[in-house]
């Protein structure tokens, strides 16, 4: 089952999409085959991911954060202060990382770094996209699931940075995100020009 929420097939067991308990564990999860975006920004299928996972409603979590934009495991544990439940080490979110990678579920690349390597940053796979969106959802553009070009490394970096900090100060202090959408998908038209900014959200205030 190349995605792992349609009607509770064999292979995956699964006839919800996402994970709405924090105790719920999915039966084992195994990738037969996984969507990958061509050269050409084309949808291809391959057969490279065949790690099996149970996915945890702290996975949900993850795919949701990578959802809003890429992430390096130090700010994913950094975010991870407002789950449901935290990561208490960055060894044992790296694991956890590895093994959705391995699974075909996340997408693992490294920034570029003046001296030595810099850390990766983690993006969704459009199975992980579906996951918590549904498969009927339709994909975004293949830019939300490949690498980042080096020109924007610092941009997506800082912008993370910002993104993570905004997340973790508001949940301190009981204000609820709403309305996010990532970089680049909200159009605004002004004065006959459209922008397009690096993320929008809403502020509610208990």
């Known amino acids: 089952c190349p995605r792992p ?23 084992f999860f195994s990738m037969k085959s996984v ?9 291809a299928g391959n057969d490279m991911a065949n790690e099996r996972v149970f996915l945890t409603a702290r996975d949900d979590e993850i795919f949701r954060a990578l959802d809003r934009c890429a ?8 975010l991870s202060a407002t789950f449901p439940v935290r990561f208490g080490s960055d060894r044992y979110l790296q694991t956890r990382l590895a093994q959705l990678t391995r699974a075909g579920l996340l997408r693992r690349f490294p920034y570029a770094a003046l001296h030595g ?7 969704l796979t459009p199975e992980s996209f579906y996951v918590i969106h549904g498969e009927d959802t339709e994909l975004p553009g293949p830019g939300a699931f490949r690498e ?3 020109a924007r490394h610092h941009h997506t970096h800082s912008l993370a940075e910002f993104i993570v900090q905004t997340i973790v100060a508001a949940h301190a202090a009981q204000v609820t995100i709403g309305d996010f959408t990532r970089e ?3 159009k605004l038209t002004i004065a006959g020009e459209d922008l ?4 929008s959200f ?5």
């Open 196 to 199: 397009f900014p690096d993320a």
């Open 202 to 206: 809403t502020l509610i205030t208990p």
């Open 35 to 43: 969507w990958t975006f061509d050269g050409n920004g084309r949808l």
């Open 117 to 123: 390597s810099g850390p990766y940053y983690y993006t």
């Open 71 to 78: 992430l390096t495991v130090r700010q994913l544990r950094a």
């Open 148 to 150: 980042i070009g080096y």
């Open 5 to 27: 929420h349609r009607d509770k097939c064999a292979a995956c067991s699964i006839d919800t999409c996402g994970i709405n308990s924090s105790t719920l564990i999915y039966p």
């Open 184 to 186: 680049n998908v909200l």
